[in-house]
């Protein structure tokens, strides 16, 4: 949601045209949502899993994504929402090397985007890089590993109560894990990693319930018959209850 603009922008592979990334903008009116033309951000067959985040601060729209077209690379890109279209800056690669699952969030505390993925040719390590938005463009930090092995499908929360970043992911025996992190300039440093559930588990998502400050993830439990289950957690320091 770009809250300058009051736009909803929605990022996708359009296997319809080559798998180009494209975006969209959507403007919501009572009950209906109508959308201006497609704008293809990446002209590369194929562009996976692209994420999409929204700099208040610097009134930019954030798309990462992986770059089939070149390497698998992880890359991001910035959008400037302006009526019912959008425009993009030049392609900035965060990740020379492919990067899987690709999730974005922004950091209001410390006014960054932050990207965490799945880094595969790095013995499938979590990775987690701070970006920094200027003008049409951005640019990162270094990177930082936050699980060393089997970290996937990461999904990355912003706990605007704590003024952390909360990263679930598919862990060690596929348990379910979650980490926090605290950003600092252009890096980002961990607490330890808590397991939330001992049994394999996929499809996982999160969001931050800013009313009661809890981050709520939910997930399919594969230990119990792929149900669908969430747990809570509250914020204490680098640590999650």
């Not at 704008?39 to 994420?51: D, I, L, M, R």
């Not at 699952?101 to 990207?115: C, E, H, W």
Request: without cysteine.
């Amino acid at each position: 949601f770009d809250s300058t603009n009051n736009k909803v922008v929605i990022a996708y592979e359009d296997t319809g045209n080559n798998g180009y990334g494209t975006a969209i903008v959507g403007t919501v009116s009572g009950d209906n949502i109508s959308f201006g033309s497609p704008v293809v951000f990446s002209a590369a067959n194929s562009t996976k899993h692209p994420s999409v985040v929204y700099d208040s601060s610097n009134e930019k729209i954030v798309i990462a994504y992986r770059n089939d077209g070149n390497s698998n690379y992880g890359t991001a890109i910035v959008g400037t929402v302006s009526g019912t279209s959008i425009s993009f800056g030049s392609a900035v690669v965060f990740e020379s090397a492919a990067s899987y699952y690709p999730t974005a969030v922004f950091d209001s505390n410390s006014n960054k985007v932050v990207i965490a993925y799945h880094d595969s040719p790095n013995s499938s390590s979590g990775t987690a890089i701070v970006g920094t938005v200027s003008g049409t463009s951005i640019s990162f930090g270094s990177a930082v590993v936050f699980e060393s092995s089997n970290a996937f499908l990461p999904e990355v929360v912003y706990d605007s109560n704590a003024g952390k970043v909360v990263i679930a992911y598919k862990g060690t025996s596929n348990y379910g894990h979650v980490i926090v992190g605290t950003v600092s300039g252009t890096s980002i440093s961990f607490g330890s990693a808590v397991v939330f559930e001992s049994a394999a588990t996929d499809t996982i998502s999160s969001t931050f319930d800013s009313t009661n400050n809890k981050v709520v993830i939910a997930y399919r439990d594969e230990g119990n018959s792929n149900y669908g289950t969430s747990i809570v957690f509250r914020n204490e320091s680098t640590n999650l209850t």
